[in-house]
């Protein structure tokens, strides 16, 4: 089956830095799809790609889908003690129907 | 518009018994999906059904657990004879019809003793 790689798989950043992650498939995907789980919650949908070469940003949260389909990037800028959580992305394809692959995860932690 | 639900939020089962976990989709939202997470991992994939249909159920272990979507009210996931390695977050995701895009509920937290 697809995989996804999600790196780096955890983080830990001082307050008012800038993060970056990404996810790589040796897959094409037709979306792209965001998450962050706070501890004890499900996940949260952040952000939603729908074209290669798009960039749609959240606030703080940038996040792109790559030209080639197989990868995506998120970037949070300025981060902030809230921002703490397990961020996921998701890719969808045509040939998993409305099915979604995930990645395992980036845990970031921020240094107040 | 009302979220994903689940219940309950938590769940303790001793070993041998059943759990059943509910969730009800979104509204407009016919498509449901059930996935688990282990303490510090990630989400595993269990089960997608649409209304009275398993669509795919490539996650699900083949003994002890089934899932269901009937007609009128939530999705079920069922887990009988729980043991310990059942103990886990159990998510439920729904979307609307043809899109890739999920949305999850809070979650159910199974404690097995």
């Known amino acids: 089956g697809q995989q996804l790689n999600q790196s780096p798989q955890s983080m830990f950043i001082q307050e008012g830095e800038d993060v970056s992650m990404n996810c790589t498939s040796s897959?094409?995907?037709?979306?792209w799809l965001w998450y962050k789980q706070e501890p004890g919650e499900g996940p949260v949908l952040l952000i939603a790609?729908?074209?290669?070469?798009e960039l749609t940003s959240n606030g703080r949260l940038t996040a792109q889908f790559g030209i080639t389909r197989k990868d995506s990037f998120l970037n949070i800028s300025a981060s902030i003690p809230s921002d703490v959580g397990i961020y996921f992305c998701?890719?969808?394809?045509?040939?998993?129907?409305?099915?979604?692959?995930f990645g395992g995860g980036t845990r970031l932690m921020v240094k107040p | 518009n009302a979220g994903v639900m689940q219940n309950p939020r938590h769940l303790v089962r001793r070993r041998g018994q059943e759990a059943r976990l509910r969730c009800s989709p979104m509204?407009?939202?016919?498509?449901v999906y059930w996935y688990r997470q282990l303490p510090e991992e990630g989400l595993k994939f269990m089960v997608y059904?649409?209304?009275?249909?398993?669509?795919?159920e490539s996650g699900m272990p083949k003994e002890r657990f089934s899932a269901e979507f009937p007609k009128e009210g939530p999705s079920i996931l069922r887990i009988q004879q729980v043991v310990r390695g059942d103990s886990a977050a159990y998510f439920c995701?729904?979307?609307?019809?043809?899109?890739?895009?999920?949305?999850f509920g809070p979650g159910t937290r199974l404690t097995v003793l």
């Open positions: 897959s094409i995907f037709n979306t």
């Open positions: 509204k407009g939202h016919s498509h």
């Open positions: 995701a729904s979307s609307p019809p043809g899109q890739y895009t999920q949305y």
């Open positions: 059904l649409q209304k009275e249909n398993i669509i795919d």
């Open positions: 998701a890719g969808g394809d045509n040939n998993a129907g409305n099915m979604l692959t």
């Open positions: 790609l729908y074209k290669a070469g």
